[in-house]
């Protein structure tokens, strides 16, 4: 099992920025590609970025790519996404999400079997 735990959520104005962290424990956190994904009131949980295990590669949605960096720290245990200039509809639960890494990078939900509780991300306009 792979505990994962969110942090860094928050209120914070349009053009700002804010850093999210997930802690994993449990099992050898270096053998797992992590991932962000996310939840608008009344809509679909969507990607946003993923991670290799070794932290050497990574996968952006499209729409987010230059304000959203997907980072890991293995020695810690603990993968980032740095978000910037924040926008009203980037509003919605962050959720962190872990999977073993022999099956690579993927954007799809399924793929992911351990996931945190989520951190809410609100972005006032």
């Known amino acids: 099992q792979v505990q994962v735990v969110e942090s860094g959520g928050g209120l914070v104005e349009t053009g700002g920025s804010l850093r999210l962290s997930c802690t994993a424990s449990g099992r050898t956190f270096s053998n797992y590609a992590m991932a962000w994904f996310r939840q608008a009131p009344g809509k679909e949980r969507e990607f946003v970025a993923c991670?290799?295990?070794?932290?050497?590669?990574?996968y952006y949605t499209d729409s987010l790519k230059g304000r959203f960096t997907i980072s890991r720290d293995n020695a810690k245990n603990t993968v980032y996404l740095q978000m910037n200039s924040l926008k009203p509809e980037d509003t919605a639960v962050y959720y962190c999400?872990?999977?073993?890494?022999?099956?690579?990078?993927?954007?799809?939900?399924?793929?992911?079997?351990?996931w945190g509780q989520g951190t809410q991300v609100t972005v006032s306009s």
């Open positions: 991670i290799t295990a070794s932290g050497t590669s990574a």
């Open positions: 999400a872990a999977r073993s890494d022999s099956g690579g990078l993927s954007v799809v939900r399924s793929h992911y079997g351990y």
